[in-house]
């Protein structure tokens, strides 16, 4: 098993900035990708961004250059840090990675930890 463990989501004013850390925890496993995705209510959990264990990133459209991903490969940590956020940017903010053992890969997905942003 691979455990995920979030930490930084808050309550933000709108053009604040907040920084999510999310460290992956686990014996026998390769972590490979990394990323977060949010849910808001009424919404479909959407990707926020990814990031390969070599550094190549992906973001969702809505990012725009607000957002950075990071990745400390030493410490299976991936961090994203938010800029200029938006009241539609309130969210479950969820951390995921791809975990291999041998053949098998995993995805495995972190509970979630709430950003808020007041206008």
């Known amino acids: 098993q691979v455990q995920l463990v979030e930490s930084g989501g808050g309550l933000v004013q709108a053009g604040g900035s907040l920084r999510l850390s999310c460290a992956a925890s686990g014996s026998g496993f390769t972590i490979n990708a990394m990323g977060w995705y949010r849910q808001a209510p009424g919404k479909q959990r959407e990707l926020v961004a990814t990031i390969t264990s070599g550094g190549n990133t992906n973001y969702g459209e809505f990012v725009k250059g607000r957002f950075t991903i990071a990745r400390d490969n030493a410490k299976n940590t991936v961090y994203l840090r938010m800029n200029n956020l938006k009241p539609e940017d309130t969210a479950v903010y969820y951390c995921?990675?791809?975990?291999?053992?041998?053949?098998?890969?995993?995805?495995?997905w972190g509970q979630g930890t709430q950003v808020t942003v007041s206008s």
């Open positions: 995921n990675c791809n975990a291999d053992r041998g053949t098998i890969s995993i995805r495995y």
